[in-house]
Structure formats: structure tokens, C-alpha cells
């Protein structure tokens, strides 16, 4: 069991950036793949970035390639995602969540994470 709370969430002008923290508990977490979704209101849980349990993989979004990086400190049991070039449509309750089926591969489902944060709220003015 390990629980993630999120945190750097908050309002910014188009063009800014942000870095979202999510802090994990538990001795296992640098075992646990991570990632990290968003949600829109009125729209589905999509995936945003996430990372292998090791950090030797990453994969994204194709809206935010180039513009987030998907990063992991396992002595700190957190995984940052910074967010640059932010646009209105990156508006979303964002969640880090963590996967513990030791795959290699990055997972893009949300049925394929086992826990979950509460969410942050990004919210980017135009």
C-alpha cells in the first residue's frame, strides 16, 4: 500500500510553468512505475507522462512532448512533473498515481495504476 499526495498546483498565466511534486509513502515505492494524468471538467481521465520504476523510461502525451518532463527522486520518494509553456487547454485536476506490476513499459491506462492521489488543480489563464 502506498499513499501520494500531490502539491505545486495553482494559477498561471499562459506561457508559464509550474512543478507538480507527488510524495509517496512506503519503503516500496522506488518500485512502483508513476505517472500522471489529468482531468478536465466535463472530460475523461487522460494520460499525461509517466516513468519506469527505475526512471530509465518515460513516455508522454503527444500535446506535451517538449513542453513537460516527467522526473523521479527515489531517495525522496516523490516523482516532479515541470510543466513549461503552459496553455489554456493544460487546465486540469492533474493526479500522480503509481503502478506496481514491476513492467518495464510505461503504462497509459488509468485501469493499469493501483493507487492514486487526490489531484491539484492547474488552472492556466489565457
Known amino acids: 500500500q502506498v499513499q501520494l499526495v500531490e502539491s505545486g498546483g495553482g494559477l498561471v498565466q499562459a506561457g508559464g510553468s509550474l512543478r507538480l511534486s507527488c510524495a509517496g509513502s512506503g519503503r516500496t515505492f522506488s518500485s512502483y512505475a508513476m505517472g500522471w494524468f489529468r482531468q478536465a471538467p466535463g472530460k475523461e481521465r487522460e494520460f499525461v507522462a509517466g516513468?519506469?520504476?527505475?526512471?530509465?523510461?518515460?513516455n508522454y502525451r503527444d500535446s506535451v512532448k517538449g513542453r513537460f518532463t516527467i522526473s523521479r527522486a527515489n531517495a525522496k520518494n516523490t516523482v516532479y512533473l515541470q510543466m513549461n509553456s503552459l496553455k489554456p487547454e493544460d487546465t486540469a485536476v492533474y493526479y500522480c498515481?503509481?503502478?506496481?506490476?514491476?513492467?518495464?513499459?510505461?503504462?497509459?491506462?488509468?485501469?493499469?495504476?493501483?493507487?492514486w492521489g487526490q489531484g491539484t488543480q492547474v488552472t492556466v489563464s489565457s
Open positions: 498515481a503509481a503502478d506496481r506490476s514491476l513492467s518495464p513499459d510505461v503504462a497509459t491506462l488509468a485501469g493499469e495504476y493501483d493507487y
Open positions: 516513468i519506469s520504476w527505475g526512471g530509465g523510461n518515460t
